[in-house]
């Protein structure tokens, strides 16, 4: 997670062959997102401080 220029952003990546990370997209400040690694979670940066 950083701090862009609207609020919380966070950076998903996966990584692959335990070698390299790749991005695979970013979520803005507004937009909460689910991921399942490394356990199922939801995360909502609209509820995080500005």
Same mark, same amino acid.
């Given at each position: 997670m +950083?701090r862009g220029?609207?609020?919380p952003?966070?950076h998903?990546? +996966?990584?692959?062959k335990?070698?390299?990370y790749?991005?695979?997209?970013?979520?803005?400040p507004?937009?909460?997102? +689910?991921?399942? +690694?490394p356990?199922?979670?939801?995360l909502?940066?609209?509820?995080?401080?500005?």
């Open positions: +950083e220029d609207f609020g952003v966070v998903r990546y +996966e990584l692959v335990e070698v390299h790749n991005l695979l997209g970013t979520v803005g507004d937009d909460p997102v +689910e991921v399942t +690694e356990w199922p979670m939801r909502d940066p609209s509820a995080w401080p500005r």
